[in-house]
């Protein structure tokens, strides 16, 4: 949930645009975080392995105004070989604000270059997206 401040507005009075990104890069984090426990976002070489966030796409639904409150409902989807989906969904009570999806990609740091999930990962958001 995050509740809107007054800085979060454009000259309109609606939430920034740019600012539904942020909502959903936290609650796209916190998801991972609790799919993907070891995985840590502020080290992502630590382990040789990390996720690189590749594209966006956000389609917005209905203005959002100063102090209302929006919950971020993530799930995972399309995984294949080296990447997978997070798509998503903006409420403010039962009104749609904006849905979409981002797509993280397997990278190797070091490398700097894409590379396949790991075998248990990979199982792991399968198991996540048919859930």
Known sequence: MERVRFGDLDAMRHLNNVVFLR???TA???YLRHLIPQHNPADPEAGGFGLIFA???????SPVHYDEQVAIACSVADVR?????IPFAMTVDTRLAAEGYG???GFDYAAQ???ALPDELQASL?????G
């Open 23 to 25: 909502y959903f890069e």
């Open 28 to 30: 796209r984090i916190t």
């Open 55 to 61: 594209e966006c796409h956000i389609n917005y639904r």
């Open 81 to 85: 070989r080296s990447s997978f989906r």
């Open 103 to 105: 797509v993280l990609v």
């Open 113 to 115: 270059k894409a590379m």
């Open 126 to 130: 399968t198991a996540e997206a048919t």
